[in-house]
């Protein structure tokens, strides 16, 4: 799927080449891995592209789209995006497309332990914006934001994420 990804920038083709170095050691695919690891994830768009699907992350501290770590029963990155958003979201109704939206490297604080950065693939997906979340463990809040009026506490590269992901069609 990396192989196949075709990324518009500089940055992306970057990160592409890096995520494929990384992966020349077979264990950087899961988190019991080398403390830089694969991760996936998918924000959820409702059908209008006007609201995000966001989780306020136990950990992070920080509204986010939804993502984890990749299990040995994840055949494939976006069947591990699937799952984390099914499983974060309560929402098993969410259509994850099958194209790479973007990469993203990022370093993590001491609350994520032994993990010190991670090489995310982000997808995107989409649901009902009426749709109700359910708040998995993992999370502090899921709930639905206007596009136009991100929560304060989001990350900056989540609006580059939400435009990349409102290109893609359902």
């Given at each position: 799927m990396l192989t196949g990804y075709a990324p518009e920038d500089a940055q992306q083709r970057e990160w592409r080449d890096a995520y494929l170095r990384a992966l020349e050691d077979d264990t950087a695919v899961f988190k019991a891995g080398p403390p830089v690891h694969l991760t996936a994830s998918c924000v959820v768009l409702d059908h209008t592209g006007d609201h995000?699907?966001?989780t306020l992350h136990g950990k992070a501290r920080t509204w986010l789209q939804f993502g984890g770590h990749i299990e040995v029963t994840d055949p494939t990155l976006h069947a591990a995006a699937?799952?984390?958003?099914?499983?974060e979201s309560g929402i098993a109704t969410i259509r994850v497309h099958s194209q790479i939206v973007e990469l993203h490297q990022h370093s993590l604080g001491a609350r994520f332990g032994r993990c010190e950065?991670?090489?995310?693939?982000?997808?995107?997906?989409?649901?009902?914006?009426?749709?109700?979340?359910?708040?998995?463990?993992?999370?502090?809040?899921?709930?639905?934001?206007?596009?136009?009026?991100?929560?304060?506490?989001?990350?900056?590269?989540?609006?580059?994420?939400?435009?990349?992901?409102?290109?893609?069609?359902?």
């Open positions: 995000v699907l966001l699937e799952r984390e958003v099914w499983e950065a991670h090489l995310d693939v982000r997808f995107v997906g989409w649901s009902d914006a009426g749709t109700r979340p359910v708040r998995s463990e993992e999370s502090l809040d899921v709930r639905w934001w206007p596009v136009a009026s991100l929560p304060p506490a989001t990350v900056t590269e989540l609006g580059v994420l939400i435009d990349r992901a409102r290109q893609v069609r359902a």
